[in-house]
């Protein structure tokens, strides 16, 4: 099993761009996390989706920040524009009908 | 609101057994779990715990949950330099495959 897939793995982009960071569960999940870890606020959820629709999304910290999940095996979180303080490390993590979520190696987003 | 605390260092010697504590607020958790972080990875899911049980133990790992006190532990006996990372508590809330939330993690230093 290759594990959750994401990319790219790093992404440096001036303020104001639109950054898309992709996500491929592993196959067979069903439910699909998005997290953000900075130094100062640590692991953050941002949203979730079960069975592809998404379930809480309170953690998204603005408008300028969606998310999608079109289908069982691709997740994308859009942020649009970006700005300094959306550097940090995306994880996604995906987890089967049980409590376990696996996570991804991380996108590492640096702003400029 | 939900919070998870942990102390933010342990240095241990190699060979000894090292002891990561862990307390939550939230009473309604239904499984509490540990993550393992190395440097520039994503996180390893370690073991976890349903919050029924007292204890759980998985080779070199014995995790011990109070639930009383909202106290959890990870135990790692014979602490090796491989173990050296940052490890995460994360509690879910007791929602079902809802998203989790995580201490801000407790670096763990070996020391030869």
């Known amino acids: 099993d290759a594990g959750v897939i994401q990319s790219p793995r790093h992404e440096v982009t001036e303020m104001g761009q639109e950054v898309t960071l992709r996500c491929k569960p592993i196959s067979g999940h069903n439910s699909l996390f998005w997290y953000r870890q900075t130094m100062m606020r640590g692991l953050e959820l941002l949203i979730y989706?079960?069975?592809?629709?998404?379930?809480?999304d309170s953690g998204m910290p603005e408008d300028r920040f969606s998310a999608k999940m079109p289908n069982a095996s691709f997740s994308t979180l859009k942020i649009q524009p970006s700005e300094p303080r959306d550097s940090a490390v995306y994880f996604c993590a995906s987890s089967p009908p049980s409590y376990e979520q696996y996570f991804g190696p991380g996108t590492r987003l640096t702003v400029t | 609101g939900e919070d998870v605390e942990q102390s933010l260092f342990l240095s241990v010697r190699e060979g000894d057994s090292s002891v990561i504590n862990c307390t939550y607020t939230d009473s309604s958790s239904t499984y509490l779990y540990w993550y393992k972080q190395e440097p520039g990875a994503g996180l390893q899911l370690l073991t976890y715990i349903f919050s029924n049980m007292d204890m759980k133990q998985d080779q070199r790992l014995t995790v011990l949950l109070n639930k009383k006190d909202k106290h959890l532990s990870l135990r790692i006996a014979d602490t090796q330099t491989g173990d050296s990372a940052i490890y995460f508590c994360a509690e879910n809330g007791g929602g079902g495959a809802d998203g989790l939330t995580f201490g801000k993690g407790t670096h763990l230093i070996i020391q030869p």
């Open positions: 989706f079960n069975n592809n629709v998404p379930i809480d």
